[in-house]
């Protein structure tokens, strides 16, 4: 059973850009979280989603970030108009239900040139 | 204040020595709590989930109290493969994101 798998694991842009990251949730797993951990710092919570819907987004920044969970496919976290101070790891975890424990994928490191 | 308080360390012991960390939590509303490590800040790997009625696995020991709003990990007989930092995380009742701690640093040297 695969585990959470995200892409790309590095990903440069230059300051105005548009960024990517993606998202696939362990087999089973419906529940999908977003989160960044910015350097020298803990992680934080940034959005929760379930198959197309979002349930919790009390953690995004309320511009330039948006996310989704289509019902066929990754989650997206779109980042519009990087600047450098979104340099950061964001990690994705997924779990069978809200009450589940959650499960990590290994990253994508975002540097922001 | 914090939500989730951890001391960030670093513990540098020995192989073979028992370690203990600490963790206190501020909101009343948490409800699930973890102790997760994280290695050269890769990705979190879930160690083990605290109840309230403390669990054991292996040589990792946990405990909750709930009164004091407090989490403990003890590690006994360490490993130098147990070097990595350890995230303290609780979970609300309402909703499913999770709050880490700093983390705390734990090193072993041989």
């Known amino acids: 059973n695969a585990g959470v798998m995200q892409n790309p694991r590095h990903l440069v842009r230059r300051r105005g850009q548009e960024a990517r990251l993606r998202c696939s949730p362990m087999?089973?797993?419906?529940?999908v979280y977003w989160y960044r951990q910015l350097p020298e710092e803990g992680l934080k919570f940034m959005v929760y989603l379930q198959k197309e819907n979002i349930i919790d987004e009390s953690g995004m920044p309320k511009e330039r970030f948006s996310a989704e969970f289509p019902k066929e496919g990754p989650s997206i976290l779109r980042i519009q108009q990087v600047v450098r101070g979104d340099s950061a790891a964001y990690f994705c975890?997924?779990?069978?239900?809200?009450?589940?424990?959650?499960?990590f994928g290994p990253g994508t490191r975002l540097t922001v040139t | 204040r914090k939500e989730v308080e951890q001391d960030p360390g670093p513990f540098n012991v020995p192989e073979g020595a028992t370690v203990a960390f600490n963790c206190t939590y501020s909101?009343?509303?948490?409800?699930?709590f973890f102790w997760y490590r994280q290695d050269c800040r890769k990705e979190p790997k879930l160690l083990m989930s605290v109840y309230s009625s403390g669990n054991e696995d292996g040589r990792f020991t946990a405990q909750l109290n709930r009164a004091s709003q407090y989490i403990s990990l003890l590690i006994r007989d360490s490993k130098l493969s147990d070097s990595a930092t350890y995230l303290c995380?609780?979970?609300?009742?309402?909703?499913?994101?999770?709050?880490f701690g700093q983390g705390t640093e734990l090193s072993v040297k041989p």
């Open positions: 909101n009343s509303a948490s409800q699930s």
């Open positions: 087999k089973g797993h419906s529940h």
């Open positions: 995380v609780v979970k609300r009742e309402e909703g499913g994101k999770l709050i």
């Open positions: 975890a997924s779990s069978p239900g809200i009450m589940n424990e959650q499960y």
